[in-house]
């Protein structure tokens, strides 16, 4: 099972970014799939989840509004749509997935993408 992560980058505030994660050896969606962030100095922490099938979808406080989570089953690839970004959400981006929704402890993890944002 491979999840690679790509599209970080470096913008100034209120730019975007979108993030995907292209899934080899399983399929996106037979699992709940998941966006964490690390950023220096601070614990990880869930960003936005989509469950397996139906496509229920969770975001936390500091993204809701901003953020938006997709994903292609087509392509197997998982999305995430960065608009409006803020300094604070400079950190590095992983994706996830599991059997399980949104918890923190997925089972699967790809190498994340590095985002920065300052002027």
């Given at each position: 099972v491979q999840l690679q992560a790509s599209g970080g980058g470096s913008v100034q505030p209120g730019g975007s970014l979108r993030l995907s994660c292209a899934a080899s050896g399983l399929t996106l969606d037979g699992y709940a799939n998941a966006w964490f962030r690390q950023a220096p100095g601070k614990e990880r922490e869930a960003v936005s989840c989509i469950s397996r099938s139906d496509g229920v979808k969770y975001y936390?406080?500091?993204?809701?509004?901003r953020f938006t989570i997709s994903r292609d089953n087509a392509k197997n690839t998982l999305y995430l749509q960065l608009n409006n970004l803020k300094p604070e959400d400079a950190a590095v981006y992983y994706c996830a997935a599991d059997t399980e929704f949104c918890q923190s402890n997925m089972e699967y993890w790809g190498k994340g993408t590095l985002v920065t944002v300052s002027s």
């Open positions: 936390s406080d500091f993204v809701k509004g």
